[in-house]
């Protein structure tokens, strides 16, 4: 299993970014996948998540109208679209895919930076 993030960089208060989540090794289909993120000296949050129909959900309150997340199935990718990025969604963002009890797959992750 291998996931891959990219599409993390540096950017203004109010702008926006696209992260990617590219993923092998398994049945893509079959799969939820969620986007988590860490920023420094805090615990890992969950952000979103796609479920494998294609259905995003939002988990953190305070991304809620402004990420949405989705998938490209042929291509086996996830998306997490981040739109009016704050300060404070600086963070080192991760993609997650849990096949069930040991089998959950993590990618290196892909830094986030939002400031003037």
């Known amino acids: 299993v291998r996931i891959v993030e990219s599409g993390g960089g540096l950017v203004q208060p109010g702008g926006a970014l696209r992260l990617s989540c590219a993923a092998s090794?398994?049945?893509?289909?079959?799969?939820?996948i969620k986007w988590y993120r860490q920023a420094g000296g805090k615990e890992r949050e969950l952000v979103a998540l796609i479920t494998k129909v294609g259905s995003n959900t939002p988990y953190a309150v305070s991304v809620r109208e402004r990420f949405t997340s989705s998938r490209d199935d042929v291509k086996f990718e996830a998306y997490l679209q981040m739109n009016s990025l704050k300060p404070e969604d600086t963070a080192v963002y991760y993609c997650n895919v849990n096949r069930g009890g040991v089998k959950d797959s993590w990618g290196q992750g892909t830094q986030v930076s939002v400031s003037s």
């Open positions: 090794g398994f049945t893509f289909t079959s799969y939820h």
